[in-house]
């Protein structure tokens, strides 16, 4: 059973950096997947952050890509994020996410329980 | 960018109604369309895949369909236990997997 765990401090302050973890355990960051990061503000919808493959590609939603960076560690079959200079508008849960192909489509089948993080002085 | 309207935003059901939630793309994006469900405190499920696909373990009263620029998704006898935010996610702009506004089923 595939399962991912975020973590990472829970409470930031405007202009500091927003940095999470997702483990994943029961399935190989090695394997020809893409992983992803999603997010959510509180009583809103959900937002692509970005993906990144095992060999260290990635891409980014242009709306955060000058702030954002998702490293791979595959000896420890895990990723994260790094968001630099948050605002209270990045207060969210973050959400990762395993994707997949199928049928010639992308989905996100396993995902994490999520964790908010909230950006206040 | 591909941006998706998903329609309405909430509606209030009773168990055993029938309900369709639909997603308008701006532009074509063939079967390229997911659907989730999410509950309350919890991560978001995938339910339906490339439009119509049902994911493993996802009951048959859920059904999806469409191509194009517009889909539904379908609950054929609402039960207690589907009370949920849904959204409608394009994977047509891949790696850009922008999501619809969401619905949310509430009970009438």
């Known amino acids: 059973q595939v399962q991912l765990q975020e973590s990472g401090p829970r409470l930031l302050k405007p202009s500091g950096t927003l940095s999470l973890t997702c483990a994943v355990s029961?399935?190989?960051?090695?394997?020809?997947?893409?992983w992803s990061w999603v997010r959510q503000a509180p009583g809103r919808g959900l937002e692509w952050i970005g993906e990144i493959h095992h060999s260290g590609g990635t891409n980014y939603n242009p709306s955060l890509e000058s702030r954002v960076t998702i490293n791979v560690d595959k000896s420890k079959n895990h990723f994260s994020l790094n968001l630099s200079s948050v605002t209270s508008a990045d207060t969210a849960v973050y959400y990762c996410a395993r994707n997949a192909r199928v049928t010639g489509t992308t989905v996100h089948d396993y995902w994490g329980q999520g964790t908010l993080v909230t950006v206040s002085s | 960018d591909v941006q998706i309207t998903q329609s309405p935003p909430s509606l209030s059901v009773s168990v055993g109604d029938r309900v369709t939630i639909t997603c308008r793309a701006s532009?074509?994006?063939?079967?390229?369309l997911n659907w989730y469900q999410q509950k309350p405190g919890k991560a978001p499920k995938l339910l339906i895949y490339a439009a119509s696909s049902l994911q493993s373990g996802v009951p048959s009263r859920f059904s999806g369909s469409g191509s194009g620029t517009d889909f539904t998704l379908n609950i054929s006898s609402l039960q207690p236990e589907d009370f949920a935010t849904y959204y409608c996610q394009q994977s047509y702009t891949t790696p850009m997997y922008s999501f619809g506004q969401g619905t949310k089923l509430e009970i009438k």
């Open positions: 029961g399935d190989s960051i090695s394997n020809n997947q893409w």
């Open positions: 532009q074509r994006i063939s079967t390229y």
